[in-house]
């Protein structure tokens, strides 16, 4: 069992950055950054193979938002840049600890509870 706990969201203006980190407490296979909008699906924004540090973006995502994790505890990073409205979403933090790694479908072992992003114009 793995258990993964988003933080740093928050209600920013347009045109500010965030943060956003992912603890978990387990060895993990790949991890992946998720966001989902008020009446949308669910969309991948990257995913990370945690050994080797590959890294993947969904072409929606490419530019804005860089994806980073720590070493010695495995925590998640996605830093977002020049923020808009239309990011505004629940974000969320998946993990696999084996087989597969889902990549951009949100088909993933386990899943934090999410953290709130707000954007205002």
């Known amino acids: 069992q793995v258990q993964l706990k988003e933080s740093g969201g928050g209600s920013v203006q347009a045109g500010g950055s965030l943060r956003l980190s992912c603890t978990v407490s387990g060895p993990t296979y790949c991890m992946a950054w998720f966001r989902q909008a008020p009446g949308k699906e669910r969309e991948a924004i990257s995913w990370?193979?945690?050994?080797?540090?590959?890294?993947r973006y969904a072409d929606s995502a490419k530019g804005r938002f860089t994806t980073s994790q720590d070493m010695a505890d495995d925590t998640l990073h996605l830093q977002i840049h020049t923020l808009e409205p239309e990011d505004t979403a629940m974000y969320y933090c998946?993990?696999?600890?084996?087989?597969?790694?889902?990549?951009?479908?949100?088909?993933?072992?386990?899943w934090g509870q999410g953290t709130q992003v707000t954007v205002s114009s």
């Open positions: 998946a993990a696999q600890v084996n087989g597969d790694c889902p990549a951009r479908t949100p088909s993933y072992q386990y």
């Open positions: 990370r193979y945690t050994r080797s540090g590959n890294t």
